[in-house]
């Protein structure tokens, strides 16, 4: 069993960008240093992408200039081509989040773009990268399933990453964008993948949308992933995928791996108190189970708020 895992915060990011509320940039930058108030030390701080098709995004540069550069905190800002690159580099994130996708129907209707040519674009995005001195990272979207294609053959993704890795990313990970895997598919691709890629950093990245996350996140640590993403409050959400609700919960995460002896370096009752905030932010409840519940055994969880 793995003894130690990163979570990756993309609160600001997923979180937001699926919902119907365009929230202020003062209270996004508050999101991300309230998050790292609670110990996120990685974070998806905005997406660079047109603001038409993802208006929620359209303040990325303007957040990451206001947030600054906090101390040991790695800023990620997802690409999604070239342009989305030139952007994030230029606004000086700390880290480049390239997506390729595993279904060409998915990958047409949300990018524009084949499978096969979300690959070249990643490639493209982490050459980029390197040469600005910005290390990337790429996610395999709809590794678990597509909202439009069904089915998603497990040896091709596991031919997409081996394909990926050889262009020198920082990481790879598996986004089950829509919600549908299932802690028995999650564990036979990461065994495959950490058989096909040993050298390789793996990461997962779970919606609860079919109530399967936390479960998936479990199968996932246990199959040899070593980082997760998660979202404060339990938001999230694709635009471009029918029904794909939330992200698993970070504090859900971390109440999940702290009671299994796992460290992740989080206070998971800093992270009640601000997905507490999040709702009176959005106007409406979380779907964290934490929220509702509280932590265990009881502590003061209105601590960061």
């Known amino acids: 069993m793995v003894r130690a895992i990163e979570i990756v915060e993309v ?7 699926n919902e119907a509320k365009i929230v202020s940039t003062a209270d996004k930058v508050e999101l991300i240093r309230r998050a790292i108030s609670a110990g996120a030390t990685r974070i998806e701080v905005a997406s660079f992408v047109n603001p038409k098709r993802v208006p929620q995004m359209a303040d ?3 957040v990451v200039s206001f947030l600054g550069k906090p101390e040991g905190v790695t800023r990620i800002g997802l690409v999604l081509n070239e342009r989305g690159a030139e952007r994030a580099i230029a606004c000086g ?7 390729a996708v595993a279904s060409d129907a998915f990958g047409i209707r949300n990018q524009g773009q084949s499978s096969a040519e979300s690959v070249a674009v990643a490639q493209a995005i982490i050459a980029m990268g390197k040469a600005a001195g910005v290390p990337a990272q790429v996610t395999i979207a709809v590794a678990f399933g ?9 040896d091709h993704v596991v031919a997409m990453a081996e394909r990926l890795a050889s262009f020198g990313p920082v990481e790879i990970a598996l986004a089950d964008t829509i919600g549908v895997a299932v802690p028995a598919q999650v564990t036979q691709l990461y065994t495959a993948l950490c058989s096909a890629l040993p050298d390789v950093k793996l990461r997962a990245h779970f919606h609860n949308t079919r109530n399967t996350g936390i479960a998936n996140v479990w199968a996932a640590v246990e199959a040899g992933v070593d980082t997760i993403d ?8 694709c ?9 698993v ?8 791996l702290a009671r299994s002896g796992v460290e992740t370096g989080l206070n998971f009752e800093r992270l ?18 934490l929220v509702k519940a509280g932590g265990f055994p009881e502590r003061d969880t209105h601590d960061g708020n």
């Open 11 to 17: 609160g600001p990011r997923d979180g937001l960008q």
């Open 93 to 99: 994130v700390d880290q480049l989040g390239a997506v």
């Open 239 to 247: 635009p471009f995928a029918p029904g794909a609700a939330g992200n």
């Open 146 to 154: 597509c909202p439009f294609g069904g089915e998603v053959d497990a």
């Open 60 to 62: 990325a540069d303007e």
């Open 272 to 289: 009640i108190g601000t997905a507490r905030w999040l709702s009176g932010v959005m106007g409406k409840d979380m779907p964290s189970m």
């Open 230 to 237: 998660a979202s404060i409050g339990g938001l999230g959400g």
């Open 249 to 256: 919960a970070t504090e859900d995460v971390a109440y999940l």
